[in-house]
DNA sequence: TAAATGTTGTTATAACAACAACAACAAGTG
DNA sequence: CACTTGTTGTTGTTGTTATAACAACATTTA
């Protein structure tokens, strides 16, 4: 668990991301190891230098972290980790709470000149922010969705919301291979192996490209190795050169079985 | 919302509870207000120093909570506040779980002399933590609890939990006053309204004592203001002190309707 | 078209705050 | 008296804030 350096060094991290300094979190972990320890046995099992210690303690009784009997020598229990981690993380996760609300009402009334935003290319790096921002971009789409890409990068990032498309909404994909049921609305369409490594836009994982009511393009274009990254626009240049690529794919593309 | 400068400051603290430096919050507020902002616009809108702006920037896009467009000059959007807010929560939570696995593993082979626990008298600081231990002695007891307190505290700590105890605990609470049903197993005493206020151990909301066992004692001695305090011991000595105390008082006590 | 001006992006430096680390001393205890 | 405990002050380190300066680029002006 902890007993390896990189574990320690991950759990002291961690402690100090909810709010507790380098001292703080070795003082209570050694707590956690002895039961009415002094504040130089503290010194002694921590390593924090024992000057250092008795303030340390005082902060950590403030934040109900440890709990201490005025005899002399003074000696200091800790609260159990569950109740120790809860309590930090519930300070947190309240004002986060609360910011998450005061940051919404600004949110919410944006101003200014809607600038850029439709000729705009954004870069979105990281799997799991492009995922994310292909969801919100599927959820909104109130015409059409065409794709081209992987089928495990589709599996993990459009297939599962197309159950949550509205009914009038037309979906072409098309892909280097398919397996599953398909509603009636849902056209897919194979590359023949030879084409998937020929061209740019090849069919490994880490490429593909979504467009949604042929207003809204997302590109992957991330290396072979290393976060994904994808570009997105609204730009109309950006738009159609995607389509006219996106109309040739699928005159040479084959129906799914 | 954020409009008052308390609260404003509010969202900044809980922003850097959640990581972000004071630049790094401000910077992504003012990007929540303008979309597609260059780092000039960022720097009028937020106050951060025009040159401070670019690496602040630069952070927020490596914590995906800031996308970018490689324009000339370049421009910005802010992941909406759920998601931002999200993901900054998401890193603190994962790393409070591996602590918390971490920390009860280290707690769980505590070692050492259990010096000083049954001998000490511990100091408990706040009406929650307070509750939090009464909670857990009356959940561990396995013969008697005997209370001495007012009815609003009880109802608070104590009460709640008796739903819980086993059926051969023996439980007598002396109190100011009574309201609703108790368990056959539960005897209610009341003290006469003359004695509340001449005591040491009054009858109001701040004074109490619990005795788990007769083997752990806790007892209220907070101020009549301020935050809640309460000792604890297991110490013989302090228990039987308080178990005659307890004695006497019942004698005076009469029966709850 | 060239020069002047303004904007953008980057880097370096100084100041500040908080924490870590250490030294020293007084008070208390055995 | 020697040792332990508790407290305080100082120094060093680190990261952030705040500012100055400069180069490169873009736009405007003559």
Chains 1, 2 share one sequence.
Not at 6 to 24: H, W
Not at 51 to 64: C, E, G, I, T
Not at 179 to 190: H, N, Q, W
């Amino acid at each position: 668990m902890a007993d390896s350096p990189e574990n320690f060094a991950d759990t002291i991290e961690s402690l100090k991301s909810l709010g507790l300094t380098k001292y703080e979190a070795l003082v209570y972990i050694a707590l956690l190891k002895v039961e009415g320890a002094s504040a130089t046995e503290i010194h002694e099992i921590s390593g924090v230098p024992r000057a250092s210690v008795y303030p340390v303690l005082d902060r950590l009784v403030q934040k109900s972290l440890v709990t201490v009997s005025h005899s002399t020598p003074r000696r200091y229990n800790a609260a159990p980790p569950d109740e120790g981690i809860e309590r930090l993380l519930r300070d947190i996760r309240e004002g986060a709470d609360r910011a998450r609300e005061a940051l919404i009402a600004i949110y919410e009334k944006r101003s200014g000149p809607d600038r850029g935003s439709q000729e705009l290319i954004w870069s979105i790096h990281g799997d799991e922010n492009i995922r994310t921002r292909i969801a919100d971009l599927a959820l909104h789409a109130t015409e059409s969705i065409v794709a081209v890409s992987s089928f495990p990068f589709l599996k993990r990032s459009l297939l599962p919301l197309l159950e949550k498309t509205g009914p009038d909404m037309s979906v072409v994909i098309i892909t280097d291979h398919w397996e599953g049921k398909t509603r009636d609305s849902v056209t897919v369409r194979l590359l023949p192996a030879a084409i998937h490594n020929a061209k740019p836009l090849s069919m490994r994982d880490t490429a593909g490209m979504f467009i949604f009511d042929q207003k809204k393009a997302l590109v992957l274009m991330g290396p072979e190795k290393g976060p994904l990254t994808a570009l997105y626009s609204e730009s109309p240049g950006f738009i159609s050169f995607f389509l006219r690529y996106f109309t040739f794919i699928e005159e040479i593309a084959g129906d799914a079985p």
